[in-house]
T-cell receptor, first 114, second 117 residues
């Protein structure tokens, strides 16, 4: 069985602070895919990143960075110099090759105060 | 390029009534998925179409839910009769197996918020 845990239910930071959202996953598969999605107040789920299990390189995209560590089954997401527009619910998700049902974590609500 | 669209954005119905949700995937995407999030819980997979065929419907909660994708374009999800516990947000997503490795990215629509009174 697969499982994704986002232990942080809600995080509140002040603008310009750095913040890290944690994601820990469980799977028995050797080939799998990890994702992060953002859900702003408008409600849609916005794709942020996709990572396969063979690619452990960290990724940086502007103020966003992701740290994938297979040894600890974690795929953490860091926002540098947070902005009010980053306020949203962030979901981590997983699926294994061959079955495309995403398993989602429960989400982390990020509030960035001005 | 237009994203995934869903209609309606909100629906309020009474217990026992029927509701039909519609999803239009991104043009050219063969894969279409339905998910839902009931209050306070995780987003859960319902089913997956490849073109007009149901590839995986293991997440469908019971036979009150019927999904179709005639012609392999848009999809509908009908709930008949609706129960109180069906309230939640229903998301549709689509993907294209462009990577060729089964790890395609699913792009989501804005969701339909269903309230059953």
């Amino acid at each position: 069985a697969q499982k994704v845990t986002q232990a942080q239910t809600e995080i509140s930071v002040v603008e310009k602070e750095d913040v890290t959202l944690d994601c820990v996953y469980e799977t028995r598969d050797t080939t799998y895919y990890l994702f992060w999605y953002k859900q702003p107040p408008s409600g849609e789920l916005v794709f942020l990143i996709r990572r396969n299990s063979f690619d452990e390189q960290n990724e940086i995209s502007g103020r966003y960075s992701w740290n994938f560590q297979k040894s600890t089954s974690s795929f953490n997401f860091t926002i540098t110099a947070s902005q009010v527009v980053d306020s949203a619910v962030y979901f981590c998700a997983l699926y294994r090759r061959g079955r495309r049902a995403l398993t989602f974590g429960s989400g982390t609500r990020l509030q960035v105060q001005p | 390029e237009a994203g995934v669209t869903q209609f309606p954005s909100h629906s309020v119905i009474e217990k026992g009534q029927t509701v039909t949700l519609r999803c239009d995937p991104i043009s050219g995407h063969d894969n279409l998925y339905w998910y839902r999030r009931v209050m306070g819980k995780e987003i859960k997979f319902l089913l997956h179409f490849v073109k007009e065929s149901k590839q995986d419907e293991s997440g469908m909660p019971n036979n009150r839910f019927l999904a179709e994708r005639t012609g392999g374009t848009y999809s509908t999800l009908k709930v008949q009769p609706a129960e109180l516990e069906d309230s939640g947000v229903y998301f549709c997503a689509s993907s294209q197996d462009s990577a060729g490795d089964g790890g395609d990215t699913q792009y989501f629509g804005p969701g339909t918020r269903l309230t059953v009174l």
